[in-house]
């Protein structure tokens, strides 16, 4: 590709290894068989935002909203998107974070495709595989696109339901312009209507870059699912904090209980709790409950990988301040992998605040936590959340060719450094 769009901080080492895989040399997106297609438009352009408490504010907008247009599809469906850019002078792309997709649809500037300038367009194609909660983001100077407004949800409705529910609500936390704390677009949270007995999915998604506790009060709730992928296990959680870091999804679910009314809220900022159901709302949990533990799942899906098995490569990313490595965008070697080979990271925070690791194009699996094996459900999920002083080890099968970003899901650390590339021999 002629790589006149770039990431906002430098193009990292995409085209530096000779022997990679590029994207422009694979298919451009899989051949049709008779799949229902579902068209959309996104025009992103600069928009003066009236706001719910009548203020206006300037925002970078998909089809003169942020969070852009809900995209509801179901498993299976070819998504086709049209991008157009009427005036965002350094370009736009579309990256579908967490979505399976051909590295050429992957959407990020300099590296999958050219950015799309002003009156230009670019259209998306891909079969959305694995129901789940994603997002949609530009990836041309992310920190300051998505930052701007660039930003949407992607919603993969499962063929066959996965769990009973009878109400699915999906929620964008978003902060923009550095300032405005957003949910679905308010300023003053978000009402839900649910009555008593029904059943409620919420799909929570961080489109922001730090990292948000979240609680529920009022019912019993239940993780069904991290980043869009189900988790088997465990039961009703009861007083647990969620830290969902930048660009994550987690799935809840519980059923109103006869108040009829639960809250879900986030531990610093009012803005964005969501009510469900009405009248008074409940009191929020305490404040020192203890932290959500995914390492305790019920009982493991049978998946093909484990714990022990032989990886054909094992990578070491000590994440510093700012850094990868000590390194930083392309002076971080990019990770080489074979079609096929099973590749294990260890990811290890050293010091610093909270990096949600991030992968395209692939899904981890979380192997252990500290150096302790999980033992419950498998977790399979586009990124990680590193605390100071963690470490993991995930592991990841390189299926699907090309060049894919690993980053920091901080967009502002990822805009310091924290950026590099995994590409196929
Ligand atoms: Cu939301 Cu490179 O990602
Ligand atoms: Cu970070």
Redesign the pocket.
């Known amino acids: 590709p002629n790589h006149t769009g770039h990431e906002g901080h430098g193009t990292p080492a995409a085209g530096d290894s000779a022997a990679a895989v590029s994207c422009t040399e694979l298919k451009e997106a899989e051949p049709a068989a008779g799949e229902p297609v579902r068209n959309f438009e996104l025009t992103a352009a600069k928009t003066v935002l009236t706001l719910d408490n009548g203020k206006r504010t300037e925002a970078w907008t998909f089809n003169e909203t942020s969070p852009g247009p809900e995209l509801r599809v179901k498993e299976g469906e070819r998504v086709k998107v049209t991008l157009a850019n009427r005036d965002i002078g350094k370009g736009v792309t579309i990256h579908w974070h967490g979505v399976i997709l051909p590295c050429s649809q992957d959407g990020v500037a300099g590296v999958t495709q050219d950015a799309v300038w002003p009156g230009e367009q670019f259209t998306y194609e891909f079969i959305a595989r694995h129901p789940g909660t994603y997002w949609y983001h530009s990836h041309q100077q992310s920190s300051e696109q998505a930052g701007k407004g660039l930003v949407g949800r992607l919603i993969v409705e499962p063929k066959q339901s996965d769990f009973d529910y009878d109400l699915d609500y999906a929620v964008t936390l978003q902060m923009l312009n550095d300032k405005l704390k957003l949910t679905n677009g308010r300023t003053d949270g978000l009402r839900l209507d649910a009555a008593p007995g029904e059943s409620v999915r919420l799909r929570l998604i961080n489109a922001y870059s730090e990292v948000q506790w979240i609680g529920v009060a009022g019912a019993e709730f239940r993780v069904i699912s991290i980043d869009g992928q189900v988790l088997n296990g465990p039961g009703a959680i009861r007083e647990q904090w969620i830290p969902i870091g930048g660009g994550q999804r987690y799935d809840v679910l519980f059923t109103m209980p006869a108040s009829g009314q639960v809250k879900v809220y986030s531990k610093e900022h009012k803005a964005w709790n969501i009510r469900l159901g009405s009248g008074p709302i409940p009191e929020p949990l305490s404040k020192d409950a203890p932290q959500f533990d995914f390492t305790n799942y019920g009982t493991p899906l049978a998946d093909g990988i484990t714990n022990d098995m032989k990886f054909d490569r094992v990578y070491d990313l000590k994440l510093g301040i700012l850094d990868i490595n000590g390194k930083k965008f392309h002076e971080i070697p990019p990770l080489l992998v074979k079609e096929g080979e099973w590749i294990k990271i260890r990811f290890k925070h050293t010091f610093g605040g909270p990096?949600p690791m991030h992968l395209h194009g692939h899904l981890f699996k979380i192997l252990t936590k500290n150096g302790k094996p999980l033992t419950g459900s498998p977790i399979y999920a586009d990124s990680v959340l590193l605390f100071s002083g963690e470490e993991y080890e995930v592991a990841f099968q390189a299926n699907n060719p090309g060049l894919w970003m690993e980053h920091?899901h901080?967009l502002g650390?990822a805009a310091n450094g924290?950026t590099m590339m995994v590409n196929y021999e």
């Open positions: 990096h920091c901080n650390h924290m």
